[in-house]
Every structure is written in C-alpha cells, then in structure tokens.
C-alpha cells in the first residue's frame, strides 16, 4: 500500500517537473498548453526597470508655502498618471505613492525620457462630447474635431462630481456645472434629448450615456455602473486635470547594457551558488545530499515556472530573494536530514528513521517557514516596489521550499532505500553503525 502511494507521488513529481520545464525552456517539444490565446512555451520573464532599463522618476508635490493637499487628491495623481502611461503603451509600468506626498514612476523600456515626464506634468484636458444619435465607445480616442462629434462644455466647467444611488440602490454618478457653463450645457441637453453625451479624458472616452431630461446646474449618470466603475469615473471627473501640481525630484535613466550586465552577473552568482550548495551536500550528507540536490533543481525550475505564470517582474532584489529562498530550501533538507542520522543511530531502521526524521523536523521547517511569509506579508504591505519584488519572490520561494523538502526529498528517499545496494551506512554517513536495516 505504501509502495502504491510513494509511486502515486513519485509520477505526480514527474509530471510537475516535465510541466515545469515544458514552461521554462523555450521550444519544448509536446502537446501545447495554452493560457488564453497564448502557448505557454511563448511566457517570458518579466523584468524590471533596473534589468531592462528604462526610467525612474519621483514626483513631489509642488505646493505653495501652507497650501495642503486634499482628501484624496494624491490617488488621484496617480490614477491619472498611470491612465497616461498606459496610453504610452509601456509594459509592466510602476505607478504608486510614497508617503504623502510623492509618486514614484517607473517605465521599463523607455527610450525617451523627457517625452515620458512632458507626459506627466500636463494639466490633462476634460471634455463632455456630444455625439447625436451615434455613441461613442468606451476606451477609445474621440474630439471634437470627428464628423458627428461636437464639445459641449470643458472640465472647467464642471463643479463637483460624487458617488450617489438612485431610488432603486444601483449607483450612479451625480456631478454639479458651474454657473458659467449651466445655459451652454442645459441649452445643449435640451436640445438632444435621446441623444449620446461622452465624458472623455485626454481624449479617451471614459464614460458615455443617454440624455433623459434637461440639464442646467445638476445632472446624474446611471445605467450598468458597479460601485467600482461609479468611483474611478468620478474621481476622473473631479480630477481630470492633475489636482496637485508636481515637479521631478527625481529622475535617474538606466540604459539597456548596464540592466543587461546586472542580469548577467546575478545569473552568474546564482549558478556558481547553486554548484557549491549541491557539492556541500553531497559531499556531507551523501545520498540524501544527492536526493536534495535533485529536490533543489525541481524547486528551481517550479520557481521560475511560476514567476512566468503569475507573471512576476524580476528585479536585482527579486532575485536575492529567490537566491535567499534556495538557501531556506538547503536548509529544510539539512534539519531532516540531521533528524533522520539521530534515529539510525538509535538503532532504527531505515525506513522508519527518514519517516520519523521528516516528522519531527517539520515543526521547526513550518515555524521559520510561517514567520518568514509574516515578514513578506509586511514588507509587501508597507514597502516601495524594489522592497515588495523582494517579499513576493522571496514568499514564492518559501512555499515551495517547504513542498520540494517535505515532498520530493522525502518520497525519493523513501523508494531509493528500498533498493538493497542502497542501503549502506556509508551513503547516510553514519560510519558508527555497522549496517543499516531496511
């Protein structure tokens, strides 16, 4: 029964591992995966601005002596920075906050700089456009200047815009126009009843809707809105433009060659490491150093595997952190391994040694394993993007550390004894004993 189950095991880790490399080496022949449209033989690793190189850029908050900054207002910096970035079509771009006052932005793979912070700084154009009986799609780009197409009013003259419900609960945008623009607007409104009304950002329709009734000073937006979808366009309404004016604190370019040499010698360090650590263990623990070594080589090719999958920007610090979790995964196999030479010494039998080994040097393995993903989980939360690539790699690594020592070193363990040329004191280095028992 037993045996049944370690070969159950055994062909489950046979089929990660093929799936494993069938992901991570570009070519593999077989039957195609697919993850969406995509062959998974196609996923790359993602790298980060300091592999790949590009732009890093702090903005601070450039506010006048005493001037504070409004509830909300810097989230809104950033949802409209990341709007433009991601109109720049740059992948795997990093827009977020840092304090109070600051957004870091980084874009990996830019080639002109000064273009990219023009694009931050600009005040951002709000428009209302009507389109007559025609509507104008979500997402895409539209002006007044398109045949159909006419500006009713700027985001000048919009007063206020907020989150409210209507009489059956279903969200809707309710947004207030300035004296100003109210007989422009409700002149327009009255007009085209039935007609299309567009709420476009930069030129980018955000948000378009049929006009029901006459508006002057007042009006709301409903129809299929989610809570979420209700909050971000109201947020774009109320800060089209930028609300915080910014300047560069900042700006540090990283060419392609020198992200290229950094990946360089990281892969190089990480080879040489991951050579010294199996000769270690092979040479110290002999055959389950082996076993180890062979439990390491398949936690490195799931890690990677699942880097692609996720998929995970690597960084400089992202790759310390898998480096520092391959030495966690060397260090599980060595408290088994030392649990397990104690119970052969006591005189009990190969077999139940291992098991036993394994049994009690969990404990230990699952308390340092727990307190490590707590220390991610906080530097996650709380940290900057290079901190966070660090806990995410470094968490990724942890978990399956823990599957490749408790599950792979074990079930190869457990079927290499039961082969009798195997069962040598020499290859368990326990020369104290003069045999070991099946």
Known sequence: MMRRRLFTILGLIIALAAFAIYVDVPGTPGLPFSLGERDLRELELKRGLDLQGGLHVVLQADLAPGEEIGNGAMEAVRAIIENRVNALGVAEPVIQLEGNDRVIVELPGVSD?????????????????????????????????????????????????RVGFDQLGSPEIQFQIRPEAAERFGQY????????LSIAIDGLVIQTAVIRAQISTSGSISGSLTAIKARNVTIQLRYGALPVPLRVEQNLTIGPTLGQESLDRSVRAGIIGAILVTLFMVAYYRLPGLVAAIALALYAALVLAIFKLI??????????GFILSVGMAVDANILIFERSKEELRGGLTLTAAIQIGFSRAWNSIRDSNVSTLITCFVLWQFGTGIVRGFALTLAIGVLVSMFSAITVSRTL????????????????DVGRISGVRA
């Open 189 to 196: 409104t009255g007009e085209n009843i039935d007609s299309y």
């Open 311 to 320: 998929p995970v920007t690597l960084t400089l610090s992202g790759i310390a």
């Open 113 to 161: 700089p000064d273009e990219a912070i023009k694009l931050f700084k600009e005040t951002g154009r709000l428009e209302f456009l009507g389109s007559g009986p025609i509507p104008l799609e979500e997402g895409l780009m539209a002006s007044a200047d398109d045949p159909g197409v006419e500006l009713v009013i700027t985001g000048a003259g919009l007063e206020d815009a």
């Open 413 to 428: 363990l457990l079927l290499l004894v039961r082969w009798p040329r195997l069962r040598s004191a020499a290859l368990f």
